[in-house]
């Protein structure tokens, strides 16, 4: 058995041993984490819950680790489905608020304040910057979206 096979093996006998564990996915990434830059993504809230419309704080023993940022989720069915397509529930520029981002900067989120639009997650940091972000369409995406991209060569 290859090394990477092994691996992976032994990855899947320790999530099913142990449903609950935490799951690390290795690769780096800029993805907002708090001051600290050691508090989970989405200030602890279930990235996949905001798919059903629900800002839920995740439980600290159903996470997982995706390039380089913790991720919490309300059950294991959420995180076994982050985990089977990660990429569908990342928030936008990072997790960063949305608004911020269109201006050239980073701010941390406020995770009650959310928007999926076009199967995407867009997190801002108050009521008045998501109000911004929205009034300003299609101007506020390009913006945000040309900025990020800079951010993460």
């Known amino acids: 058995m290859t090394k990477p096979l092994a691996l992976f093996a032994a990855a899947l006998m320790a999530l099913f041993?142990?449903?609950?564990?935490?799951?690390?996915?290795?690769?780096?990434?800029?993805?907002?984490?708090?001051?600290?830059?050691?508090?989970?993504?989405?200030?602890?809230?279930?990235?996949?819950?905001?798919?059903?419309?629900?800002?839920?704080?995740?439980?600290?023993?159903?996470?997982?680790?995706?390039r380089g940022a913790k991720y919490l989720f309300t059950s294991i069915e959420n995180r076994d489905a982050f985990l089977a397509s990660p990429e569908k529930f990342l928030p936008a520029f990072g997790g960063h608020c949305a608004w911020a981002a269109s201006q050239g900067r980073k701010a941390g989120p406020d995770p009650k304040v959310f928007r999926v639009d076009g199967g995407v997650l867009y997190l801002n940091c108050s009521k008045q910057a998501e109000a911004n972000w929205l009034a300003g369409q299609p101007e506020t995406m390009k913006a945000a979206t040309a900025w990020w991209a800079e951010q993460t060569k």
């Open 17 to 66: 041993a142990n449903p609950a564990i935490a799951i690390e996915v290795p690769k780096s990434s800029h993805v907002w984490q708090g001051a600290s830059g050691q508090d989970a993504a989405a200030n602890g809230h279930d990235v996949v819950a905001y798919f059903a419309g629900t800002a839920s704080p995740g439980n600290p023993e159903i996470s997982v680790v995706h």
